[in-house]
Nanobody, 125 residues
């Protein structure tokens, strides 16, 4: 059974850090491009970051460049999103997704084949 499970969300203070994990079962993450997308209250989903298979390419939304880093641990079949210097505007449900590589579409939800259930990240004092 193909499954993606996110973990690591929670409440964090502005300026703090958090690491999200996306663990896969039923397939090998390194065979896919893995994306992180988020949806804030009242807003549409948006792409945050992605990493292609074999780590050839990484992409970040302009709003998180310099603050977020995406990485992969193939031994654990897990992709991580390292988030630093968090802002309240980053409060959202964060989802990971697996699919093919689309240079101009990596942030589009419907272009992925598998999705996790999401993990809530709340940035607040």
């Amino acid at each position: 059974q193909v499954q993606l499970v996110e973990a690591g969300g929670g409440l964090v203070q502005p300026g703090g850090s958090r690491r999200l994990a996306c663990a896969a079962s039923g397939f090998t993450l390194d065979d896919y491009t893995i994306g992180w997308l988020r949806q804030a209250p009242g807003k549409e989903r948006e792409g945050v970051s992605c990493i292609t298979n074999s780590d050839e390419l990484r992409r970040y939304a302009e709003s998180v460049k310099g603050r977020f880093t995406i990485s992969r641990d193939n031994a654990k079949n897990t992709v991580y999103l390292h988030m630093h210097n968090l802002k309240p505007a980053y409060t959202a449900v964060y989802y990971c997704a697996a699919g093919g590589w689309y240079a101009s579409g990596w942030g589009i939800w419907d272009l992925y084949a598998y999705w996790g259930q999401g993990t809530q990240v709340t940035v607040s004092s």
